[in-house]
């Protein structure tokens, strides 16, 4: 066992120890950002009045999380947003610049980035701790993992943009938000199962090998 490592993740093999972010690290943020900066733009599907659209951005930013961890999951939806802040058009209906944070959509987008390094970080603890279970019972945990960052930080913050911005009392802006639930919870589904696929054929992309941190001087 090395000196960081938790006895769990010496039982299963598994490292959650990361050192510094090489180049294909730097690549998966580029990439992930870009998947978000899509994501604002395919398939926005208008609800209520409010201008805060159906979107598949939670899909992209739940899976960010998942994929990659907490690290660089802020880290990609830290360039995604700071981009979009610089005037890129990549918020939905292609919108950009730090008006968007004036906007009823501004909860959301700050959600974003913390529920991706929350699911990121939960993901890590599960992968980890669920290394000799069953597959069923670390895709449920990871759904689970998912739900709660996305209920807390994305609807929540949600709420409290739409309560501050758009001027809803607080009964108003929970039932402007309910509408987006069944859809985040399909989004989610798929943003676990693409997740898992990726962490079985590229096992190194999230827990690195303790062999390989080991060999490093
Ligand atoms: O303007 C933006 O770029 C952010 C749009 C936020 C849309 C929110 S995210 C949670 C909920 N689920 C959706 O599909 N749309 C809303």
Do not use: E
Not at 62 to 91: D, E, K, S
Not at 95 to 104: C, D, E, I, N, Y
Not at 127 to 142: D, F, H, M, N, P
Not at 159 to 166: E, F, K, R
């Amino acid at each position: 066992m090395t000196q960081t490592d938790h006895p769990a993740t010496a039982k299963t093999g598994l490292s959650r120890r990361r050192s510094r972010w090489n180049a294909t690290d730097l690549g998966l943020i580029a990439v992930f950002a870009a998947l978000v900066a899509g994501s604002a733009l395919i398939a926005a599907i208008p609800v209520g009045g409010l201008g805060v659209p159906i979107t598949l951005q939670t899909l992209a930013v739940m899976l960010t999380g998942l994929a990659l961890g907490p690290g660089r999951a802020f880290a990609a939806l830290g360039l995604y947003l700071l981009l979009g802040f610089a005037g890129l058009p990549i918020f939905s209906g292609g919108r950009s610049g730090l008006g968007v944070l004036a906007g009823p959509s501004a909860g959301y987008i700050v959600g974003f980035l913390l529920a991706a390094t929350a699911v990121g970080w939960l993901t890590v603890v599960v992968l980890a701790r669920t290394a000799t279970r069953t597959g069923k019972l670390r895709a449920v945990l990871l759904f689970a993992a998912a739900m709660v960052s996305s209920i807390v930080f994305i609807h929540g913050l949600g709420i409290l943009g739409m309560m501050v911005n758009a001027k809803l009392d607080f009964s108003k802006a929970f039932l402007a938000d309910l509408v987006f639930y069944p859809g985040d919870i399909i989004k989610n589904v798929l943003a676990v199962s693409i997740a898992l696929a990726l962490h079985k054929a590229f096992p190194d992309l999230l827990l690195r090998r303790v062999r390989t941190a080991d060999a490093r001087p």
